[in-house]
């Protein structure tokens, strides 16, 4: 027998994990295990995979599958965007897999390729279970044994079973998505076909609840198995203790935030849980931003404190967990980020934010002068950056505004405020809900269409019209304002390109910011900015006007004449 066992110490949690197998290391056997963790592939917070896949079809051609599916679902799987949620991620991957495989089939039918797949992710305080196919999971909890796994077979009239479901068996893949709720000492089973085919079903539950180290379970099962012989191969077994679990995860977080109270607004000098309350930076409807001084960290920091309005409206109560886990998710150096503190210490629902030197854009551009020109396109084209970093992480903000955006001294910008958020990877797909300022939000959005980045670049395009006019909107009760009607001062490729922006037709509109920003630095690239210094608008003359100029005085010249003869024919 082929065997291995370890301890295992990633993410939180502390696993022992024995797997063994009838399979020769030389064989050619269809049944293939995998353990990974995070910390492999430098992303902690997707925890850790158990995986047990077997290949249909003979020799070769079933390792390959095996081995092609489970290699597909880990590196999809942390290679995943971090706010793309667990069973997301790993479907994606799995199906991604699964596309490849079936094409493969196609192309060659005489030697198809599928296989039967079944993962176990340890993933925050969780175990999830991704399941296709004819491998099984058990739990065992105090001699206790649950299946959490049912086989998708179809029965043959000879009295066997072929696979219903499989990766790499049909154009779209449906897996089983089951979540578990662990505690310590819980052991964890999985089971490939050849390990439970030919053993009855008491003497396998004997065995799985046996007492004993993890690994003399899994040989135990899979000695009994070989000895019986299978006409599904080899046979193999994963078992894992679960010996510690990790600290409270984001679920928990949040079930915390949902008990805290709201507190009314703290007056200058008060002492919220170490936190002496300075002056108010900004207000709004639900929420109130107050500087602070942190007396335990010696640091100044900025109080987000939701406002008693919040109590009526659970979107936004929502949004505070949701805000602070994208600020502890998304790293990047033009996204505010958060600061984490104990709940022993937290009293009252707030967020605690570092201070950030700086204005927000919404208070410059209603401040003479207007923005310089260049000055403009360089804050316009950081956000699109921004924007679009964001998307590399699955997250679309859906409240991009002025009023969000602060201006640093050094010329850099923070995005503030993703309380609103859409996560593609975490949210449902069908989730319709209105989220943002309406008057900054693109029109299919009233028509339920879903958020999307081409939605995004809209509330970007405004963003920026309003940064460049000094405050009004592109849009009127019964007409659009250009903006050349605002700004003449402007080249006039900047309005054109900031109409695309803004367009009401997405089909005609820049398709995500990374498009917005080409179109910018293709505009600063002709050579217009310079030229648009060098003269400006009062003084430019045109060929239009100097044909106007001409006309009017042919026509003055006229008259003139006209008058002349009429008043010699009198005399």
């Given at each position: 027998m082929n065997s291995q066992s370890s301890n295992l110490h990633a993410s939180g949690w502390t696993l022992a994990i024995a797997a063994s197998s009838s399979a020769l290391a030389n064989s050619e056997s269809a049944d293939v295990?995998?353990?990974?963790?995070?910390?492999?592939?430098?992303?902690?917070?997707?925890?850790?995979?158990?995986?047990?896949?077997?290949?249909?079809?003979?020799?070769?051609?079933?390792?390959?599958?095996?081995?092609?599916?489970?290699?597909?679902?880990?590196?999809?799987?942390?290679?995943?965007?971090?706010?793309?949620?667990?069973?997301?991620?790993?479907?994606?991957?799995?199906?991604?897999?699964?596309?490849?495989?079936?094409?493969?089939?196609?192309?060659?039918?005489?030697?198809?390729?599928?296989?039967?797949?079944?993962?176990?992710?340890?993933?925050?305080?969780?175990?999830?279970?991704?399941?296709?196919?004819?491998?099984?999971?058990?739990?065992?909890?105090?001699?206790?044994?649950?299946?959490?796994t049912s086989e998708h077979v179809k029965p043959l009239p000879d009295g066997t079973d072929s696979l219903g479901r499989s990766v790499g068996g049909d154009t779209e893949l449906h897996i089983d998505y089951v979540e578990d709720d662990p505690e310590p000492l819980d052991r964890y089973i999985v089971l490939s076909k050849g390990s439970y085919a030919t053993i009855s079903s008491v003497r396998l539950a004997?065995?799985?609840?046996?007492?004993?180290?993890?690994?003399?379970?899994?040989?135990?099962?899979?000695?009994?198995?070989?000895?019986?012989?299978?006409?599904?191969?080899?046979?193999?077994a994963v078992v894992i203790d679960i010996l510690k679990l990790p600290d409270a995860s984001l679920d928990e977080m949040g079930a915390m935030f949902a008990k805290l109270p709201i507190r009314g607004v703290p007056r200058d000098g008060d002492n919220w849980d170490g936190f002496i309350i300075g002056r108010t930076l900004y207000r709004s409807r639900y929420t109130t931003l107050k500087l602070a001084r942190d007396t335990i960290a010696g640091r100044d920091v900025v109080l987000k404190i939701p406002l008693s309005s919040m109590l009526h409206d659970q979107v936004f109560r929502a949004g505070f967990l949701r805000e602070a886990w994208i600020g502890a998710s998304v790293h990047s150096s033009r996204i505010a980020s958060y600061i984490d503190i104990s709940p022993e210490r937290r009293s009252s629902l707030y967020l605690v934010l570092p201070y950030y030197p700086g204005e927000t854009m919404e208070a410059r551009l209603v401040r003479p002068p207007p923005i310089p020109y260049l000055e403009g396109v360089g804050f316009v084209l950081k956000l699109c950056a921004v924007v679009q970093e964001l998307a590399s992480f699955q997250v679309v903000h859906r409240d991009l505004k002025p009023e969000n955006v602060l201006l640093l001294p050094d010329g850099e910008i923070k995005l503030l405020d993703l309380g609103l958020a859409y996560l593609p990877g975490v949210d449902e797909p069908d989730d319709d809900r209105l989220g943002g300022t309406t008057r900054y939000m693109a029109p299919e959005l009233f028509r339920k269409a879903p958020v999307d980045q081409c939605s995004e670049v809209f509330s970007l395009g405004v963003t920026a019209y309003r940064l460049f006019s000094g405050g009004p909107f592109p849009y009127g009760v019964r007409e659009s304002f250009p903006l050349q009607r605002l700004r003449p001062d402007l080249p006039s490729w900047l309005g054109h390109c900031l109409g695309r922006a803004i367009e009401m037709d997405r089909e005609k509109r820049f398709k995500n910011a990374a498009e917005f920003a080409s179109a910018l630095e293709n505009g600063l690239s002709r050579g217009e900015a310079l030229t648009t210094q060098a003269v400006s608008w009062g003084n430019r003359i045109s060929p239009i006007r100097i044909w106007q100029g001409l006309t009017l005085l042919f026509a003055t010249g006229f008259l003139t004449l006209l008058a002349l003869m009429l008043s010699a024919r009198r005399m």
């Amino acid at each position: 027998m082929n065997s291995q066992s370890s301890n295992l110490h990633a993410s939180g949690w502390t696993l022992a994990i024995a797997a063994s197998s009838s399979a020769l290391a030389n064989s050619e056997s269809a049944d293939v295990h995998a353990i990974y963790s995070g910390e492999d592939f430098n992303r902690s917070g997707r925890g850790i995979v158990a995986a047990v896949a077997r290949g249909v079809g003979a020799g070769r051609r079933g390792l390959e599958a095996a081995q092609i599916a489970i290699h597909g679902l880990v590196e999809g799987y942390f290679g995943a965007a971090a706010t793309l949620g667990a069973g997301r991620a790993a479907s994606l991957a799995l199906a991604s897999a699964n596309a490849w495989m079936f094409s493969q089939s196609r192309a060659d039918p005489a030697r198809s390729m599928a296989a039967s797949l079944t993962a176990l992710i340890f993933v925050g305080r969780n175990v999830r279970i991704a399941h296709v196919g004819d491998c099984r999971v058990y739990r065992n909890r105090a001699s206790q044994l649950v299946p959490l796994t049912s086989e998708h077979v179809k029965p043959l009239p000879d009295g066997t079973d072929s696979l219903g479901r499989s990766v790499g068996g049909d154009t779209e893949l449906h897996i089983d998505y089951v979540e578990d709720d662990p505690e310590p000492l819980d052991r964890y089973i999985v089971l490939s076909k050849g390990s439970y085919a030919t053993i009855s079903s008491v003497r396998l539950a004997n065995m799985l609840t046996a007492a004993g180290p993890a690994d003399q379970v899994a040989s135990s099962v899979t000695e009994v198995a070989h000895a019986h012989g299978s006409r599904y191969g080899d046979a193999t077994a994963v078992v894992i203790d679960i010996l510690k679990l990790p600290d409270a995860s984001l679920d928990e977080m949040g079930a915390m935030f949902a008990k805290l109270p709201i507190r009314g607004v703290p007056r200058d000098g008060d002492n919220w849980d170490g936190f002496i309350i300075g002056r108010t930076l900004y207000r709004s409807r639900y929420t109130t931003l107050k500087l602070a001084r942190d007396t335990i960290a010696g640091r100044d920091v900025v109080l987000k404190i939701p406002l008693s309005s919040m109590l009526h409206d659970q979107v936004f109560r929502a949004g505070f967990l949701r805000e602070a886990w994208i600020g502890a998710s998304v790293h990047s150096s033009r996204i505010a980020s958060y600061i984490d503190i104990s709940p022993e210490r937290r009293s009252s629902l707030y967020l605690v934010l570092p201070y950030y030197p700086g204005e927000t854009m919404e208070a410059r551009l209603v401040r003479p002068p207007p923005i310089p020109y260049l000055e403009g396109v360089g804050f316009v084209l950081k956000l699109c950056a921004v924007v679009q970093e964001l998307a590399s992480f699955q997250v679309v903000h859906r409240d991009l505004k002025p009023e969000n955006v602060l201006l640093l001294p050094d010329g850099e910008i923070k995005l503030l405020d993703l309380g609103l958020a859409y996560l593609p990877g975490v949210d449902e797909p069908d989730d319709d809900r209105l989220g943002g300022t309406t008057r900054y939000m693109a029109p299919e959005l009233f028509r339920k269409a879903p958020v999307d980045q081409c939605s995004e670049v809209f509330s970007l395009g405004v963003t920026a019209y309003r940064l460049f006019s000094g405050g009004p909107f592109p849009y009127g009760v019964r007409e659009s304002f250009p903006l050349q009607r605002l700004r003449p001062d402007l080249p006039s490729w900047l309005g054109h390109c900031l109409g695309r922006a803004i367009e009401m037709d997405r089909e005609k509109r820049f398709k995500n910011a990374a498009e917005f920003a080409s179109a910018l630095e293709n505009g600063l690239s002709r050579g217009e900015a310079l030229t648009t210094q060098a003269v400006s608008w009062g003084n430019r003359i045109s060929p239009i006007r100097i044909w106007q100029g001409l006309t009017l005085l042919f026509a003055t010249g006229f008259l003139t004449l006209l008058a002349l003869m009429l008043s010699a024919r009198r005399m």
